[in-house]
C-alpha cells in the first residue's frame, strides 16, 4: 500500500473525530515514507507516535459514544482492544530486532478505512443528536445567566452610581 488520501465519504461529520482520523491517516503517511530508509530509531519513533495518538483517540471516541448512548459502544470498544493488542504485538516485534514496517503500514491502512466506514459511521446519528443536546443545553444555560444579569442590572439602574458602588 502507498499513501493514504482521505476521501470526504470518511467523513463523520464530527469535526474532532474527523480532525483525529486524519491525523492518524498522517501518521500512517509518514510511516510508508520512512519504511525504506530503515532508520529504526526514527521509525520506532513514529510507530510509538502511532500507537500513542490512536489510543488516546480511541479513549475519546469511546467516551464519547458512551455519554451519547451509542447502543454497540461496548462491542465497538472491543474492536478497538483488539486492534490495540495487534499493534502493541508488532511494536514489540519491532522493538525486538524484526523488520515490521510493511505489514504494520499496510495493516494499519486497510484496518483503518474498513473501521471508519464499518464500525465509526454507525454511531454518528448518535454522538450528532447528544451533540446538539449539549449544544442546547449550554445555550440554555448562557441565557438563563444572562437573563439573571440583565435583571440585576435593571435593578441597579434605579439608583446612582455612587449606591450600586458601596450596594455591593
Do not use: C
Request: net charge negative.
Amino acid at each position: 500500500m502507498g499513501i493514504l488520501h482521505w476521501v470526504p465519504e470518511l467523513d463523520t461529520g464530527i469535526s474532532e473525530i474527523d480532525v483525529q482520523h486524519k491525523r492518524i491517516v498522517d501518521y500512517i503517511n509518514k510511516l510508508h515514507e520512512l519504511k525504506d530508509t530503515h532508520d529504526r530509531e526514527l521509525l520506532g519513533e513514529v510507530i510509538a507516535e502511532t500507537v500513542d495518538y490512536t489510543i488516546s483517540h480511541f479513549a475519546f471516541e469511546e467516551s464519547m459514544i458512551e455519554n451519547a448512548g451509542y447502543m454497540f459502544a461496548g462491542p465497538h470498544k472491543k474492536v478497538h482492544e483488539l486492534f490495540t493488542r495487534k499493534v502493541a504485538e508488532m511494536q514489540s516485534r519491532f522493538d525486538g530486532g524484526e523488520d515490521v514496517t510493511n505489514e504494520l503500514h499496510g495493516m494499519l491502512s486497510r484496518w483503518l478505512f474498513n473501521h471508519i466506514r464499518n464500525e465509526d459511521h454507525g454511531y454518528i446519528d448518535s454522538v450528532n443528536t447528544y451533540l446538539r443536546m449539549v449544544t442546547h443545553k449550554r445555550d440554555m444555560e448562557k441565557e438563563r445567566i444572562r437573563a439573571e444579569v440583565l435583571q440585576e442590572l435593571s435593578g441597579q439602574k434605579k439608583k446612582g452610581w455612587l449606591a450600586r458602588l458601596f450596594s455591593a
